[in-house]
């Protein structure tokens, strides 16, 4: 089950599995090894599973973070500050669900305050907290808007977030440098036109920034 947040109904956590044991997981990375044709026993690849599983702590902590949390400590004294915040060209790495291959690229993200700020790292973090884990960019995208939107209930939230895909540059089709853009706009940025073009000048023309 979900860890739903009482506070903003929201699912912070990954399903709970059954976790395996490291060892286990460590067998797992030494049966794809020799799927991958080579011998698990040699030397070179002798601790490679120990690695492998060390990586994926890595790789998927996000499973671990509570994005909520993230953002429990906010600023009031901004006098009265009320335009939008944008954070943008957030690099980060995350994992395709379908082939664990690796995503790579920016997030943008802008909101516009009511009565309260958040530290502008904690923005970064949320993007983090989600992309550490596998994922699909459209959900990873509405995911940090809700997010942001439930805890910070801003006037408005815009996630823009540019991914190449790994599972399409390095296999399969074989095309690199194609970059695929997912956004999610709610509040004042979905309603007003002028809002949402601010932030997308603000951001400005998402090509050719990952290379
Ligand atoms: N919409 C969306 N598709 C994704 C994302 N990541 C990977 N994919 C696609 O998910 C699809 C999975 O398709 P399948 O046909 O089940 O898998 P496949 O046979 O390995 O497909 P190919 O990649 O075309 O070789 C592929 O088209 C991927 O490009 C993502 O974040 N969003
Ligand atoms: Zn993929």
Redesign the pocket.
Known sequence: MNKIHPQAGIATEARSVDHPTREEAEAAVRTLLRWAGDDPDREGLRDTPARVARAYRDWFRGYREDPVEMLARTFEEVEGYDEMVVLRDIRYESY????LAP?IGVAHVGYIPTDRVVGISKLARVVDAFAKRL??????TAQIANTLSEVLRPRGVAVVIE?E?H??ST???HKPGVS?VTSTMLGEFRDDPRTRKEFMDIIGNPTNRMR
């Open positions: 395709c669900e379908h082939h995503i994922q699909v960019q459209e959900k990873m991914g895909h599972c399409m296999r399969g089709v695929m």
